[in-house]
């Protein structure tokens, strides 16, 4: 009876793999996984890749096998560690990153390996640390981009199970939504046609990867994995560009380039990422593409005249240039220029935010943007534009925690611990997935001689984040300034074996194992 009740339940839609599409749809599946898309992430010891050595910020790398695992150390001032590389992001068209498990949670690690040259360096904007940076987290928006079904483990920022994600690379259901339908009835109502979408919803199938922006801020109530094939991406997140544009390209800017095209702009929804690429191919667009809409174009006689193929479009109107976040390599230029842009870009007309695509942002997203900007190293005269908004916006919604924390954090970062302590403990109560007010209120409480009320908050953050090497170290302090003299030495040591080669954990223990004798 009992049995039979459980039977009848109606049971939650499961995630379909790629290989279940595979029967019915053979010619695709087989082209879909020689993509750069379906390969982009995977299993670091499966990665044929040969071994080097390199030498950065007074360090020296070497990448190895060791047996099946794919490893890296580093030596340097006084310094030795061997680190396993468990997974890789990026087939490699262009580069692969790799990513370090430690106790089950994930950080991107400090070598990547660049096609241009077939070497190892140092990951992207890795080379501003004066250490091998090994902990900073492989959150799960990054992921998402390059793996399918992320499984985070939950109240955690980045730990995860193993293996992280239910399948390597881009699946079909990452562009056409829940299969599991479609598989127990297969007709085209079961399933999410991209091409079958309204414009903006089409687009948002592409743009939930290939669009970064400025900024992307997440709409109220919503994650990185609220998105499906077939909703707008602008119901769950805004994204934020520069009014002016933003000179140069970035990894991930494909979809506003391709909006500044005349092509573009002039053609509207008619013109589309699927105008001239196939999801499930290898073949880079062919001059076909352009000629659909350019029956003639003036470049055919300069183009005889210097004896050039017709089907090089692209090479003359769609170069290839460096992008701005990544060293070592090159994307192709869809703002389809007239004339190939010159070298340096002209400054930004209006440095000022505004949502990708036109629109109106709500006074909350806005904020937001801003506050995520000014919170960047580099971004500090942005503060008081950031704080303006971001106070007039909490007015309005007194419950939001994301405006708490970013607010909260301008407060702590500008000395003003009175006003941003009531903002930490509403979002600590709001929100026990947060992580920002937990450390931030910590370190006003440890401030102001008060290291028993830091403990417990730096303690909940570390489950959160367990890389978080300097609160571990200032969580050693508090416990020190208790008396807990054995707890203090234990997160020291952690922290000195998480980070080797950082000098505040190491110097602190030894003062403190001096202190102990
Ligand atoms: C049992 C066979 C079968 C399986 C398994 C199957 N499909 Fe289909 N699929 C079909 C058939 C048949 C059609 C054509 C339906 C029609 O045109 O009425 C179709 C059509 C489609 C379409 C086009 C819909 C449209 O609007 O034209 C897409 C997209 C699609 N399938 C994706 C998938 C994906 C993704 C999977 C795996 C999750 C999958 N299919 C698994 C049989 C299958
Ligand atoms: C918003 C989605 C998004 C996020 C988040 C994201 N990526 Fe990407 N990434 C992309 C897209 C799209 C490309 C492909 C761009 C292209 O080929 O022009 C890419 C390309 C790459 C490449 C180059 C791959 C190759 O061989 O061409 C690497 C390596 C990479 N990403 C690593 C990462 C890592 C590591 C993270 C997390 C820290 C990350 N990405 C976060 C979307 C994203
Ligand atoms: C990166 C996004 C993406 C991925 C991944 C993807 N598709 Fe598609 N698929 C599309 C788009 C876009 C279209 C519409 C193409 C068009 O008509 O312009 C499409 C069309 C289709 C169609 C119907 C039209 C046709 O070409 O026959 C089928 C069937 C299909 N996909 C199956 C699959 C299967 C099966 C997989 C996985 C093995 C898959 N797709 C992976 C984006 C994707
Ligand atoms: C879930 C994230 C995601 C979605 C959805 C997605 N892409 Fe990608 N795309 C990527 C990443 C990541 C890469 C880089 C792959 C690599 O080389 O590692 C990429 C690479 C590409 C490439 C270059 C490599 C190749 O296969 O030729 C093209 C073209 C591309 N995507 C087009 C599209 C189009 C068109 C759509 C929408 C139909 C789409 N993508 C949807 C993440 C995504
Ligand atoms: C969906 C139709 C469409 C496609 C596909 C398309 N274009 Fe265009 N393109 C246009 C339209 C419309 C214009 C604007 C013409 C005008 O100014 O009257 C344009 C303008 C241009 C211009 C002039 C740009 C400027 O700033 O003056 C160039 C160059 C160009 N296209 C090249 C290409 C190339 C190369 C391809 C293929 C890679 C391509 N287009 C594909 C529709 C398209
Ligand atoms: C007018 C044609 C055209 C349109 C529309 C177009 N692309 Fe491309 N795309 C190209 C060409 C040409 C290349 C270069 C291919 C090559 O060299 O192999 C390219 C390359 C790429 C690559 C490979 C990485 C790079 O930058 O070289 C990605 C990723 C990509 N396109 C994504 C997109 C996305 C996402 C869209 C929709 C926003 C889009 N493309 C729209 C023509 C187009
Ligand atoms: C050898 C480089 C080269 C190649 C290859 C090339 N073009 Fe051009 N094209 C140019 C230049 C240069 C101009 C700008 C002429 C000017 O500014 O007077 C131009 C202008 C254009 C325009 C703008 C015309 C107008 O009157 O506004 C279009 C559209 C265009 N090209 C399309 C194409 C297409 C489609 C192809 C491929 C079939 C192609 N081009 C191949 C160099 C090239």
Redesign the pocket.
Known sequence: MCRLLLLLLPVALRAAPASSCAPCHREIYDAWRR???????GAAAAADLTHAAFAAAGYRYRVFRDGEALSFDFSGAGVHATRTLSWF????????SFLLSGDGYLFEAPVAWYRAGDKWDLAPSYDRYTYPFLTRPALPACL?????GIQVVSGTHNRYADPPFAEPG?TCE??HGAGERHIASATAATIVN?ASLAPDRRDS??????LSGEVRVMRPGTTWSTYR?GDRLADSVAVFVRAGGTPGMTV?S?VEKLAQSRCKRVSGDAL???S????H??S?PSRQKCLFCHESHPCTETLAARNRKQDECAACHMPKSSVTDAQHVVYTDHSIPRRPRPAVAAAPTSTDLVPFGGGRSTARDLALAWGIVAARGDRVADRPRAEALLATALQESPGDVELLLYLGEIYRNTDRGDFAIPLFQRAIRLDPAQLTASVGLGGIYLERGRPADAIPLWEDALKKDAGLVLVRTNLALAYWQTGDLRAAEQHLAKAVAMAPGLAAPAELLEKLRRARQ
């Open positions: 993509t750069p898309m379906a390969q982009t992430s992001i990026g087939s490699g068209a262009t580069a692969r998402n981009c390059h793996a399918t881009i990452r562009c991209p199938v592409c743009a939930q990867c290939h094939p991930t494909h589309w990422c699927g001239c690429h196939d999801p191919g290898l880079a």
